[in-house]
């Protein structure tokens, strides 16, 4: 089974993989697998711009956790969609150093549910978690996260609303 890990850079998902890692579970960082499909670097948004259908058309079927911004891009057996408060969100990526533009851009993309629209336009429901990261440690959500691959845990998504915090200063 390939379950994925999604959600807007800063919500988690990295952590949240080295815990699922230390509990023994095979993981795959997404980011370790895109260098041949890099287009270019878009300098403005200061990000890498890849080839998305070729990396998921040529992405080789794992068995364990894929981790990465990506991941409902693949075709997980189910997939964990990873969410954080936008004003929590914009403290954890200026504390990476993100460009004042960048951090807009990922906290405007998290107000609006990006992420979990764009999962949902892939996956059915029955397939998707939703996990507000902003006050559960990372370990909960690792444990929150082998509950819902193993059946352990229903789906559930679309209870959160960040809609309020869309054109504050956060």
Same mark, same amino acid.
């Not at 200061?46 to 794992?62: G, K, M, N, Q, Y």
């Not at 549910?113 to 892939?122: G, R, S």
């Not at 397939?127 to 902003?134: A, N």
């Given at each position: 089974?390939?379950?994925?890990?999604?959600?807007?850079?800063?919500?988690? /998902?990295?952590? %949240?993989?080295?815990?699922?890692?230390?509990?023994? !579970?095979?993981?795959? $960082?997404?980011?370790?697998?895109?260098?041949?499909?890099?287009?270019?670097?878009? *300098?403005?948004?200061?990000?890498? &711009?890849?080839?998305? *259908?070729?990396?998921?058309?040529?992405?080789?079927? @794992?068995?364990?956790?894929?981790?990465? !911004?990506?991941?409902?891009?693949?075709?997980?057996?189910?997939?964990? @969609?990873?969410?954080?408060?936008?004003?929590?969100? $914009?403290?954890?990526?200026?504390?990476?150093?993100?460009? *004042?533009? /960048?951090?807009? +851009?990922? %906290?405007?993309?998290?107000?609006?549910? &990006? $992420?979990?629209?764009?999962?949902?336009? +892939?996956?059915?429901? =029955?397939?998707?978690?939703?996990? =507000?990261?902003? *006050?559960?440690?990372?370990?909960?959500?690792?444990?929150?996260?082998?509950?819902?691959?193993?059946? /352990?845990?229903?789906?559930?998504?679309?209870?959160?609303?960040?809609?309020?915090?869309?054109?504050?200063? &956060?």
């Amino acid at each position: 089974m390939m379950i994925g890990i999604t959600g807007t850079p800063g919500t988690g /998902k990295t952590t %949240v993989a080295h815990e699922l890692c230390a509990r023994g !579970h095979m993981v795959t $960082a997404l980011s370790t697998t895109i260098t041949p499909y890099i287009i270019e670097r878009d *300098e403005v948004r200061d990000t890498l &711009v890849i080839d998305e *259908e070729s990396w998921a058309r040529e992405f080789p079927r @794992v068995e364990g956790f894929v981790e990465g !911004h990506l991941a409902h891009l693949l075709p997980c057996d189910l997939i964990v @969609v990873l969410r954080c408060r936008p004003d929590v969100l $914009a403290g954890r990526l200026r504390a990476r150093g993100y460009p *004042e533009a /960048k951090v807009r +851009e990922n %906290v405007e993309a998290e107000a609006l549910d &990006v $992420a979990l629209i764009e999962t949902l336009e +892939e996956f059915r429901g =029955d397939q998707v978690l939703e996990i =507000d990261t902003t *006050e559960r440690d990372f370990g909960e959500c690792a444990s929150l996260i082998e509950e819902f691959s193993q059946g /352990k845990i229903p789906p559930s998504f679309g209870n959160i609303d960040w809609s309020g915090y869309l054109g504050e200063e &956060v």
